[in-house]
């Protein structure tokens, strides 16, 4: 007997992309999140952040502001592009700029965290925007066609 969406998503482990051109922080995320069992990618600039959104198609992308390609905003411009209503994108930056936060949220940011970051606030918006991914069991129990 086939399995039903919801039941396909349940049994999925959540892709969640990293991208930072930080070694230190990609090593930091991959090690957190292997912990709450996602299945973690990584890139190290723009481009290839953008290569794996379209071809992985993760459930959360973890996107910095200033990447050595391109702006992170550019980065997240394109995901909204790509697919807006399946990939929540939270903004991390060494810059916490009051304006830059603003235009993120407004292009579709889920969440724009300042480094450094406290590790245990920053798993607990993943969990929560993961929860708010279109097709989440969550949105499911609710109704919620879109969010």
């Known amino acids: 007997m086939p399995f039903s969406q919801r039941e ?33 990618l990584t ?3 723009g481009q290839d952040g953008l290569s794996l959104v379209r071809t992985r198609k993760p459930d959360l992308v973890i996107l910095d502001l200033k990447l050595c390609d391109m702006s992170g905003l550019k980065v997240l411009r394109e995901i909204e592009r790509i697919d807006e209503k399946n990939i929540e994108v939270i903004m991390i930056t060494g810059y916490g700029a009051m304006n830059t936060a ?9 969440e724009y965290i300042t480094k450094p970051f406290d590790i245990d606030y920053v798993k607990s918006i993943i ?4 929860s ?3 097709g989440s069991p969550l949105q499911e129990v609710r109704g919620d066609s879109e969010i």
């Open 8 to 40: 396909l998503q349940m049994k999925r482990k959540r892709i969640v992309l990293i991208v930072d051109d930080e070694q230190s922080v990609l090593e930091l995320f991959d090690e957190i999140l292997k912990e709450e069992e996602y299945t973690v």
């Open 43 to 45: 890139a190290n600039n």
């Open 102 to 110: 603003k235009t993120a949220m407004r292009l579709g940011a889920y």
């Open 127 to 130: 969990k929560e925007a993961l």
């Open 132 to 134: 708010c991914a279109s």
